[in-house]
């Protein structure tokens, strides 16, 4: 099936997100390398996790990629259930939940009514693996952290 000629309007916006979170990824690898300075290993992988992230859905809103539709719901599903479990042993506050719980919903929307425009398959396996191997391995740490 062909892609229909993108929009600037929906383009852009793609491109904007893409160079947002590659530069989350790119400030983020330099606290990895803080982290490891100061010996804070644990601290490290956390941060070294969530430049995996970023870095995946940078590259997928840069390309426009139709795996991007299921790596946001389920960043959604696996942050509210981390976000429940925190929130039940007193870790965090419902604002950091809602606030997480909004930013990655507006994005999962936008790709999901905008995914006519996307190109490639739903199924990346190798790009949501190792997403939800980096999510999970993060909050595993921070888990074990606190």
């Known amino acids: 099936m ?3 000629p993108i929009p600037l309007k929906i383009r852009l916006p793609y491109r904007i997100l893409g160079v ?14 803080s982290a490891l300075s100061h010996q804070f290993f644990a601290s490290a992988l956390v941060f070294i996790s969530y430049v995996g992230l ?4 940078a590259y997928g809103l ?5 795996w991007i539709v299921p790596l946001l719901g389920g960043t959604i599903l696996l942050v509210a ?3 429940v479990i925190n929130i039940i042993r007193g870790m965090q506050r419902m604002n950091q939940v809602l606030s997480a719980f909004i930013v990655f919903g507006a994005l ?12 490639g398959d739903y199924k990346n396996y190798k790009a949501l693996g190792l997403s939800a191997v980096f999510l999970i391995l993060s909050q595993v740490i921070i888990f074990f952290l606190k």
């Open 54 to 57: 970023n870095g995946i859905l």
């Open 81 to 83: 259930i981390f976000n």
């Open 62 to 66: 840069w390309k426009m990629r139709k």
């Open 20 to 33: 947002v979170f590659g530069l989350i990824a790119l400030l983020t690898f330099l606290s990895v390398i």
């Open 108 to 119: 999962f929307l936008f790709a999901y009514f905008s995914r006519k425009f996307l190109s």
């Open 2 to 4: 062909e892609t229909q």
